[in-house]
Antibody, heavy 131, light 108 residues
Framework: QVQLVESGGQVVQPGTSLRLSCEGSGFTFNRYGMIWVRQAPGKGLEWVAV????????FYADSVKGRFTISRDNPKDTLFLQMNSLNVEDTAIYYC????????????????????????WGKGTTVTVSS | EIVLTQSPGTLSLSPGDRATLSCRTS???????LNWYQQRPGQAPRLLIY???TRATGIPDRFTGSGSGTDFTLTINRLEPEDFAVYYCQQYGTSLYSFGRGTKLEIK
């Protein structure tokens, strides 16, 4: 079945680095954009980063821009999140998420409607930044 | 940046009741870019509704999404015990995503 499995979460000190991994299975990994979403303890969901299906484009939340890097290895069906200069505010469960895109004809001639959504979620990996 | 405001923050209802959850966006967005997720305690979120009104695979028809412009609603009819959870709306715009803060649906 379609599955995402994260790994790499651990307890680290402020200022250090950590790399998370996410292995996909049960689907054609290189056909989908991939996303990292995090959730701080007792808080809501925060989008972190997205990478296009071919790895050519990446976008980041302002809170992590310049510190985190999202990348992928399509032959190995694996997504990564390199996290540098970690601080206590980065403490969270990090979810690996598949981005789906559905395109349907629009109401006007030669127009299309695009649907972007997060349709498959991993169980998450926990990162704790503490001194 | 588009801000999503969900209300109420907490909704206390009984099984069998109807729940109405609101999500307002700070700017007009395309309905196709508004999605809803459910997160049960201790679990990862799961997709409920995409494109404001299309149920995801396997989601029962008790869940209905509606709305347009800046006002969107998730309605849950005939609440079941497993529906008591946190619900998040989320929007997509120019390769960026954002979530609302969530509505906690609790048993009265």
């Amino acid at each position: 079945q379609v599955q995402l499995v994260e790994s790499g979460g651990q307890v680290v000190q402020p200022g250090t680095s950590l790399r998370l991994s996410c292995e996909g299975s049960g689907f054609t990994f290189n056909r989908y954009g991939m996303i990292w979403v995090r959730q701080a303890p007792g808080k809501g969901l925060e989008w972190v980063a997205v990478i296009s299906y071919d790895g050519a484009n990446q976008f980041y939340a302002d809170s992590v821009k310049g510190r985190f890097t999202i990348s992928r290895d399509n032959p190995k069906d694996t997504l990564f999140l390199q996290m540098n200069s970690l601080n206590v505010e980065d403490t969270a469960i990090y979810y690996c998420v598949r981005e789906d895109l559905v395109i349907v004809p629009g109401s006007q001639k030669k127009s299309f409607v695009y649907y972007y959504f997060m349709d498959v979620w991993g169980k998450g990996t926990t990162v704790t930044v503490s001194s | 940046e588009i801000v999503l405001t969900q209300s109420p923050g907490t909704l206390s209802l009984s099984p069998g009741d109807r729940a109405t959850l609101s999500c307002r966006t700070s700017q007009t967005i395309s309905s196709s870019y508004l999605n809803w997720y459910q997160q049960r305690p201790g679990q990862a979120p799961r997709l409920l509704i995409y494109g404001a009104s299309t149920r995801a695979t396997g989601i029962p028809d008790r869940f209905t999404g509606s709305g347009s412009g800046t006002d969107f609603t998730l309605t849950i009819n005939r609440l079941e015990p497993e529906d008591f959870a946190v619900y998040y709306c989320q929007q997509y715009g120019t390769s960026l995503y954002s979530f609302g803060r969530g509505t906690k649906l609790e048993i009265k």
